[in-house]
């Protein structure tokens, strides 16, 4: 069957790592601003990066694999 790892992951933390959902890092006044749901280009760089690293660390490092089936 199907691994369901990378997607369920993978939109875990694209909500979790939206920039100005939870935190915004860079923010625009601060280093790091929670929920103000405003975002710049400099703050959608560095949370694509998050989310690169992290998916690849949870995906291919740790190896999670979910099969249902």
């Not at 949370?47 to 999670?64: E, M, Q, S």
């Amino acid at each position: 069957m199907a691994d369901w790892a990378p997607v369920l992951i993978g939109v875990l933390l694209f909500v979790l790592l939206t920039p100005g959902l939870l935190f915004q890092l860079p923010g625009k006044g601060r280093a790091v601003e929670f929920n103000n749901m405003q975002t710049s280009g400099v703050s959608i760089c560095v949370h694509t990066i998050i989310f690169f690293g992290l998916i690849t660390i949870l995906l291919i490092a740790v190896g999670i694999s979910i099969n249902i089936g």
